[in-house]
T-cell receptor, first 114, second 117 residues
Framework: EADIYQTPRYLVIGTGKKITLECSQT?????MYWYQQDPGMELHLIHY???????EKGDLSSESTVSRIRTEHFPLTLESARPSHTSQYLC?????????????FGNGTRLTVT | AQKITQTQPGMFVQEKEAVTLDCTYD???????LFWYKQPSSGEMIFLIY??????QNATEGRYSLNFQKARKSANLVISASQLGDSAMYFC??????????????FGKGTKLSVKP
């Protein structure tokens, strides 16, 4: 049973389009994350948030932006998609203040920009 | 700098046998946590097991166990009695840093495990 939801699951879109990847969680977690992952490769953190109105850039530079207006919602936006943005995007959440707290991941969005 | 190293890009194991996936880590923080995740071909990330730096005993969770050797900075995942459904990518990850519980997870490059019938 998924407690963190990502939509769409797959997205094929043309260059220059604006896209928003949705991520919602029902666990009441304060901390949320976006990771980017190319097929068969490691995960790179691109954005994270400690809570409402908090957003931080991750280790990997990204042209995407995020917002956190509600605790449960952490959408990612690309203003103008390019083929280099083709990748899988994974959203995750975790509790704050606990070293052992694992990240709970959504099923991911596989983005293809043509 | 903090780093996770997984040196095995791919591994094969016979069904019903045990397999060890290697993970070494580097951090100067005394407080840290180590995690293993499984990623099937469908793409989702599934949390398997956790080991804290101060835990005295190796973590176990069903068929998964973590061989934690602190002096060697290694946290190898052992899967016993492999099943065909264990075929997947496996990622080792670490959380450390100032106020360690606030730290973000960093991931290794992963190991692709293939279980042969």
């Amino acid at each position: 049973e998924a407690d963190i939801y990502q939509t769409p699951r797959y997205l094929v879109i043309g260059t220059g389009k604006k896209i928003t990847l949705e991520c919602s969680q029902t666990m009441g977690h304060d901390k949320m994350y976006w990771y980017q992952q190319d097929p068969g490769m490691e995960l790179h953190l691109i954005h994270y948030s400690y809570g409402v109105n908090s957003t931080e850039k991750g280790d990997l530079s990204s042209e995407s932006t995020v917002s956190r207006i509600r605790t449960e919602h952490f959408p990612l936006t690309l203003e103008s998609a390019r083929p280099s943005h083709t990748s899988q995007y994974l959203c995750a959440s975790s509790e704050v203040g606990s070293m052992w707290s694992p990240l709970h991941f959504g099923n991911g969005t596989r983005l293809t920009v043509t | 700098a903090q780093k996770i190293t997984q040196t095995q890009p791919g591994m094969f194991v016979q069904e019903k046998e045990a397999v060890t996936l290697d993970c070494t880590y580097d951090t100067s923080d005394p407080s840290y946590g180590l995690f293993w995740y499984k990623q099937p071909s469908s793409g989702e990330m599934i949390f398997l097991i956790y080991q804290g730096s101060y835990d005295q005993q190796n973590a176990t969770e069903g068929r998964y166990s973590l061989n934690f050797q602190k002096a060697r900075k290694s946290a190898n995942l052992v899967i016993s009695a492999s099943q065909l459904g264990d075929s997947a990518m496996y990622f080792c990850a670490m959380r450390a840093g100032y106020g360690g519980s606030q730290g973000n997870l960093i991931f290794g490059k992963g190991t692709k495990l293939s279980v042969k019938p």
